[in-house]
């Protein structure tokens, strides 16, 4: 079975750039995380998503981050215009179906550096 | 509030020798516990989880986890530690008092085993 696959794996951009990351879940999984993760840190939560509704981004700082989760499939995680402080690893994750308290499927991760 | 705390940022042993992890939470309601172990440049990976009954939960790898509701802990521990081990590990929780499927992390603790 493929995991959560995220691309690009890393990304140097300047800032007021803009941004885009993708993730694939596992097949299947209809619940789909965005989570940051800074240097040294454990990861936050920015977006939930439960098919293709979005339903927690309180987290998510709205004036420049969007996300989509189009067909309730793949997701994509925007930023724009990036900012120096948005340096991080961008983590996605996935998890099925089901009436019980299941753990999450993480991706590899996009290493975002902001020059 | 919910939250976990790792209140260790690193764990030094030496192979062979027993380890524990140490995290303790905070929740509303009944906690949902989970430990993740992340190697470098890769995402994170479950490794076991609390949700009710044997306060002793086994996991993957050898690894077990003991939910102490009192202390509100619960240690991650391996009887015998290897140099394979050496990763981050991060604790995380869900608060049974919510209906939605949201995870607080630790801010994790690296775990150095030398040979």
Known sequence: EAGVVQSPRYKIIEKKQPVAFWCNPISGHNTLYWYRQNLGQGPELLIRYENEEAVDDSQLPKDRFSAERLKGVDSTLKIQPAELGDSAVYLCASSPPGLGILEQYFGPGTRLTVT | ?115
């Open chain 2, 1 to 115: 509030a919910q939250s976990v705390a790792q209140p260790e940022d690193q764990v030094n042993v030496a192979e062979g020798n027993p380890l524990t992890v140490k995290c303790t939470y905070s929740v509303s309601g009944n906690p949902y516990l989970f430990w993740y172990v992340q190697y470098p440049n890769r995402g994170l990976q479950f490794l076991l989880k609390y949700i009710t009954g044997d306060n002793l939960v086994k996991g993957s790898y050898g690894f077990e986890a003991e939910f102490n509701k009192s202390q509100t802990s619960f240690h991650l521990k391996k009887p015998s530690a290897l140099v394979s081990d050496s990763a981050l590990y991060f604790c995380a929780v869900r608060d049974g008092a919510y209906n939605f499927n949201k995870f607080y992390f630790g801010s994790g603790t690296k775990l150095n085993v030398k040979p």
